[in-house]
């Protein structure tokens, strides 16, 4: 997903500045898992007719894995960053979204929070837009893991911050316990996930 400048619309902290979108969609494989991950249109029923959206809107994004001949498997967003360049190098400028093994940390001061799932090879976030690198473009790095569903635990999750409520975990309320990390460091346990693969768009 590119970002581009645009018009000042909203109000935000201080630093931030005015942006627009410009998203492209991506197909990716690994094996016989195929990633997909792109913008969409309000409801999620098709790709996003329009490229261009004002800060303070709602960027729906939706990311799914094709499993083939695989058991049932659990999609995450583990880590998504907005970089300047559409390439991650260690002297790009970033910008956290996801972090901390699927803790959606843009939810915390903002309307960012994902979706209720539809089906288990899928997650849906709405991203509420953000101001990052005035004047440049912008590209938003991800890193998909299919996973296990009955293996989540602190280092495999979708969390986001509920005002009023703190950290929920998408897939279990019960089990939200598992966002408590998002606080601080959710450290990787001795398991290998089914397949993980870093994208950028």
Known sequence: MQV????????????WYATIYDPVFKTYS???????????????????????????SIIPIMASVVQETHQPLLLLLEECVAATTPELYPESTMYPIITNKGCLLESVSSRSKFEPRQKSSEIRLSLQTFTFAMGEEVFIHCKLLAWDPNGLDSTKKACHFVEGH???LLDNLAQSNLC???????KSRRQRSVASEKHGM
Do not use: H, Y
């Open 166 to 168: 703190g950290w929920e």
């Open 4 to 15: 581009k400048e645009a018009e000042e619309c909203c109000v935000r902290p201080k630093d």
């Open 180 to 186: 408590d990390c998002c606080e601080s460091k959710c």
């Open 30 to 56: 690994l094996g016989d898992l195929q990633f997909n991950i792109g913008l969409m249109n309000d409801d999620f029923s098709g790709p996003a007719e329009s490229t261009r959206f004002p800060l303070g």
